[in-house]
């Protein structure tokens, strides 16, 4: 049983038709991104899967019961990030966290769950006076106050600064490693590179695509490249049988090699060149990336 599927989900506000068909299915364990530009239908999916709306048709089953019947089962299985959270500002995150414990039968306790997300100093704070990425790593924390199977996140790192959203992918990831299933919403493609083991590319309330990330970019034949100078000639055969090249072209001392494995094309090449007696330098990558996917199939970019 897949802890979330989701088919053929429809909703309009009026004449727009928000999400238009949106089918998709997230196995346990799994972090699934659904990527996409603002107004996408992103949100309006997610607050379906919530129960926070009622889609015009479209069958949602979450940890396999039937989202019409079973709403309170349901949320006993699920945390939610919401985009913002309208938590009681003047509140400490000590007295938040009292509060939603009363919610709920069996809670974590909180030092151990404020402890894990770095929270312990901050306990006695009000919410309104955290910073972005402390407010986010809060609501992430309550959101799993309950020991939910399945975690909902929208947009998790918006407005964050870079150094700040790269800790909280670290502490997505490791929702993976205790077997909580996440699914996300996303503008940031590398975000979603990063963070997701599969990715459906929303656009205009339609899934234009679903997969791994490295497949999508890889099932475009929108391939990478690795570029760099020699010192001595190279004999290109050689670099030919490095995994991942599907062709080099020499151009003088220039080397431009095609790739579809880019990381793995790159270590292979450094290792080999220990042995070289030459040196390789002014090395390049430029790897294709979910916006050349996203460009390529929906011809414009996630950016407009
Ligand atoms: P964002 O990241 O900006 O929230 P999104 O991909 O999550 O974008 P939605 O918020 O689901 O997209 O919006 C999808 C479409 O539905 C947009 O055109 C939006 O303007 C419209 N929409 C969303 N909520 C409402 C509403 N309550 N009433 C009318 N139109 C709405």
Redesign the pocket.
């Known amino acids: 049983m897949n802890p979330i599927e989701v088919k053929n989900l429809k909703k309009s506000?009026?004449k727009?038709e928000?999400v238009r068909g949106v089918s998709f299915a997230v196995a346990e364990g799994e972090i699934f991104g659904l990527l996409?530009p603002?107004?996408?239908?992103?949100?309006?999916?997610l607050e379906i899967l919530e129960g926070l709306k009622q889609p015009d048709s479209g069958k949602i089953k979450i940890m396999g019961l039937d989202i019409e019947k079973n709403l309170s089962e349901i949320r006993s299985h699920v945390g939610v990030v919401l985009?913002s959270t309208g938590l009681l500002p003047e509140l400490t995150l000590a007295e938040l966290f009292e509060l939603f414990a009363g919610f709920y039968e069996n809670v974590r306790p909180v030092q151990e769950l404020a402890a894990e997300f770095d929270l312990i100093e901050i306990l006695e704070r009000k919410y309104s006076e955290l910073s972005g990425g402390q407010r986010q790593r809060f609501v992430l924390a309550l959101a799993l106050l309950h020991n939910p199977k399945i975690v909902i996140l929208d947009?998790p790192t918006l407005g964050l600064d870079p150094a700040v959203r790269q800790r909280f992918w670290d502490i997505i990831l490791s929702l993976r490693g205790r077997g909580i299933t996440v699914l996300l919403?996303t503008?940031y493609m590398e975000e979603a590179e990063i963070v997701c083991d599969r990715v459906a590319i929303i656009d205009y309330?339609k899934i234009v695509a679903q997969d791994r990330p490295t497949k999508l970019i890889n099932s475009l034949g929108v391939i990478s490249r690795v570029k760099f100078m020699s010192s001595k000639t190279i004999n290109l055969s050689e670099l030919e049988q490095i995994t991942g090249i599907v062709s080099v072209r020499r151009d003088r001392y220039v080397y431009d090699l095609e790739t579809e494995a880019p990381e793995a094309s790159l270590r292979e090449l450094l290792a080999w060149e220990k042995d070289f007696a030459g040196k390789i330098f002014n090395l390049q990558v430029e790897t294709a990336t979910l916006e050349d996917v996203f460009l390529k199939l929906t011809g414009h970019s996630l950016r407009e």
């Open positions: 506000y009026g727009v928000a996409g603002n107004g996408a239908g992103k949100t309006t999916t985009q947009e919403t503008h309330g």
